[in-house]
C-alpha cells in the first residue's frame, strides 16, 4: 500500500505561485504515474496535471496537464525523495479548490481519469484571492 502524503497549499492573491508536493511512501513499483486533481465548492473533481514514468534509473517519462493550467502549472517529481510537485503560477480565483494528490502503481495512458489511480491523499486547500 502506498500512503500520499500533501502540503503546500494555503492562500495567495491573483497572479501569485504556490508548490505543492505529494510525498509517497510505503510499497515500491517498477513504474508509477501520479497526478494531481481538484475539487472546488459544488463542483465536480477534475484533473489537473499528471506523471508516468519508469523507476529503476529507466529514461522515460510523460506529463500532461489540463488546457486550464497549461502554461501556469508544472509537474514534476524527485525520485530521490519519493516527491511529486505541482508549481502553480499565476494563480487565478477560479483555481480555488481542495488538491488531491493520486498514485497508482503503473503506467497509466489515461493519466487524466480519477478512476485509474489506487491511492489517494488527504487534499491540501488552495484559495487564491481576487
Known amino acids: 500500500q502506498v500512503q500520499l502524503v500533501e502540503s503546500g497549499g494555503g492562500l495567495v492573491q491573483a497572479g501569485g505561485s504556490l508548490r505543492l508536493s505529494c510525498a509517497a511512501s510505503?510499497?515500491?513499483?517498477?513504474?508509477?504515474?501520479m497526478g494531481w486533481f481538484r475539487q472546488a465548492p459544488g463542483k465536480e473533481r477534475e484533473f489537473v496535471a499528471a506523471?508516468?514514468?519508469?523507476?529503476?534509473?529507466?529514461?522515460?517519462?510523460?506529463?500532461d496537464s489540463a488546457d486550464s493550467v497549461k502554461g501556469r502549472f508544472t509537474i514534476s517529481r524527485d525520485n530521490a525523495k519519493n516527491t511529486v510537485y505541482l508549481q502553480m503560477n499565476s494563480l487565478k480565483p477560479e483555481d480555488t479548490a481542495v488538491y488531491y494528490c493520486?498514485?497508482?502503481?503503473?503506467?497509466?495512458?489515461?493519466?487524466?481519469?480519477?478512476?485509474?489511480?489506487?491511492?489517494w491523499g488527504q487534499g491540501t486547500q488552495v484559495t487564491v484571492s481576487s
Open positions: 506523471i508516468r514514468w519508469i523507476g529503476g534509473g529507466a529514461d522515460y517519462k510523460y506529463a
Open positions: 493520486a498514485a497508482v502503481g503503473k503506467l497509466s495512458y489515461a493519466m487524466n481519469r480519477g478512476a485509474e489511480y489506487n491511492c
Open positions: 510505503g510499497r515500491t513499483f517498477s513504474s508509477y504515474t
